[in-house]
Structures are given as C-alpha cells and as structure tokens.
C-alpha cells in the first residue's frame, strides 16, 4: 500500500528560532493575529516571549487564553467566537498540546464552519478548506501538536476524549525553540518527555508504520533517551535534544498512528483529568 506524509510546510529549530515569527507573518501580508496560549503561559511569562516580538514590529494581535489542559468543546467554541470578534486573519498558537490543539480546532471551524459542534470533528472529518493559516510555537516537548495531523478534544458532558485526524489542520510553520520549554517545571518536563517517548515506541512498533516512519521514530527513541534526564536537569543541551526529539517523534506518529497506550491514556484523562503524559507514562 502507497505510504502518505504530512509535514510542516517549513519550521524552525534550535535556540532563536522564535525571530522568525514576525517575518513569516509580514511576508505572507498578515495584519491580526489570533494568538491562542493558556492562563498559566501567560502568568509565567511565557507567551510574552513571543507578543514581545509582535509588540517591537507593530504586529497587531488579540490573546485568547480560555483554554484549560485537555481542552474542551466549550474551550474550542468560545475561542471560535473569540476569533470573529477579534478580525483576525492568522494564529499564532503558544503553548503545549492543549493550546495548539484549541488552536487547530478554531482554525479549522472558522474555515469550514458546519463543523461549529465541534464533536462532527471526530474520526476523520471531511473538511474540505485548510484550517486558518496557523504558525504553532510548542511550549513543552512532548505532543509534537505542531507537525500533527491530529488534535485532542474533551467531551465534558460525556466523559470522553476524541481524536480528530485531518490533513486540513497541520499548521503551515513549526517554531520549536527550546527557550520557550526552559521553564517547564520538572514534572511536566519529565511527564511530556515520557509523551514524547510513547510516541516514538508506538510510532515504531504500529502495523501502520512504514520506512520513512520508522527512520524518525528511531531517531526520535536515541535522541528522547540521550537528552530526557538532561532537560529535567534544565541543561541547554537537554532541552535542545528533547526539542528535536519530540518534533520527529511527531513527523513519524502523526502519519502511521499510535497504539493501546494512547487510546487507554485518552480515557484515563476523561475520566480523571490525568495529565496526559503521566497516563502515558503509567500504561507505557
Ligand atoms: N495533537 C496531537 O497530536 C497530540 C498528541 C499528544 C497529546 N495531545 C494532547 O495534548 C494535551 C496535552 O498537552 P501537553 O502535555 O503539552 O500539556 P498542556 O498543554 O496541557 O499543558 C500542561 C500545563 O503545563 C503548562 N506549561 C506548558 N508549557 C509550559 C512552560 N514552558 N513553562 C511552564 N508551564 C508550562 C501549561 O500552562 C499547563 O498548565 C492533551 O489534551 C493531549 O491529549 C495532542
Ligand atoms: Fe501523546
């Protein structure tokens, strides 16, 4: 069977790669962005770090921050609404999975708008127009969201996390610097890490995989066991490794799928709000 990949249309890597955010807005004419964080990004400073950017070149933006971890329809609709008000025409999403996931799901509705229930997204949906034009700058190494085809919503009301899978929501540019990571407490340094690393095994061992999968989920396993203890340590190099790790990690997952840990994994948030590496962690 024929093999597809869906990558990035361009990313960024390595310490600085954050500068390249304006430039990639102002040569494509953007003029609003619809910048997508969470509430403790923004309490910790981390957001900043990029609306600091924005704010030098005169780039004009709206924060939307109602997003909580494992993300929820309400988090989706309300950011959707939040969109149309702020007359924006990009997003820039900063954050771990639960912002950029907010972030792919908003894009995706404003474009194809009779998906507004949010929950016709699940499975693999028939969108026909590409979500907003999004540049996704990931905050933890873990989910690798920005180079996914996926994104992860909770359903409250029933107690149940879904999958959306959909070629229409990669967003065009990665930005994965590991300076917007460095202030990842160790737990949740540890507990992405180990997302990461489930990624990678899952990836490599799936009936779906591939040859192309299987060269970034090898190279994503030595570079997530040589720099994981190093980013919990907080040492550049760590932090760089895990960075790049988790990312192909994603190169490769997002395109042959997962396995029994994520499914269990997805449940056990659902019903406990685990965070999701930890579940991974555990059932791993
Ligand atoms: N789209 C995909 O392909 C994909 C893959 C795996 C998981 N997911 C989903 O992603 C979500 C989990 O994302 P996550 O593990 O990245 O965590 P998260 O986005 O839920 O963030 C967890 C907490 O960490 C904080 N945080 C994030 N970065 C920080 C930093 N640099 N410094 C200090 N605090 C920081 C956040 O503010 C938040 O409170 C789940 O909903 C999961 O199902 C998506
Ligand atoms: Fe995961």
Do not use: W
Request: hydrophobic share 40%; net charge negative.
């Amino acid at each position: 069977m024929a093999s597809r990949i869906v990558l990035n249309t361009i990313s960024y890597h390595g310490h600085g790669a954050i500068e390249n955010i304006v430039p990639e807005l102002t040569s494509r004419g953007y003029k609003k962005a619809f910048v997508c964080s969470d509430p403790d990004l923004i309490k910790f400073g981390v957001t900043k770090k990029v609306t600091d950017l924005l704010d030098a070149a005169g780039f004009a933006y709206a924060v939307y921050s109602e997003i909580k971890p494992n993300p929820t329809i309400q988090n989706v609709q309300d950011g959707v609404a939040a969109f149309k008000a702020a007359e924006a025409d990009c997003i820039v999403t900063i954050g771990g999975g639960s912002s950029m996931d907010t972030a792919k799901a908003i894009g995706i509705i404003i474009n194809n708008p009779e998906f507004a229930d949010v929950r016709s997204l699940e499975g693999v949906a028939p969108t026909k127009k590409h979500a907003v034009f999004t540049i996704a700058v990931p905050t933890t190494a873990g989910t690798a969201a920005e180079v996914t085809i996926n994104y992860v919503i909770t359903d409250v009301e029933k107690k149940r996390k879904f999958v959306c899978v959909d070629t229409n929501d990669i967003p065009e540019v990665a930005v994965v610097d590991p300076d917007m990571m460095s202030s990842m407490p160790k737990g949740l340094t540890a507990a992405t890490g180990m997302d990461a690393l489930t990624h990678a095994i899952e990836g490599y061992i799936t009936k779906g995989h591939c040859t192309i999968s299987d060269m970034f989920h090898l190279e994503a396993i030595k570079l997530i066991s040589e720099n994981l203890r190093g980013a919990v340590q907080n040492t550049p190099e760590g932090r760089e490794g895990m960075a790049l790790g988790q990312y192909i990690a994603g190169m490769g997952f997002s395109n042959v799928g997962l396995g029994i840990v994520h499914s269990m994994a997805h449940g056990l948030s659902a019903l406990y709000d685990t965070p999701h590496g930890v579940a991974c962690a555990i059932i791993l």
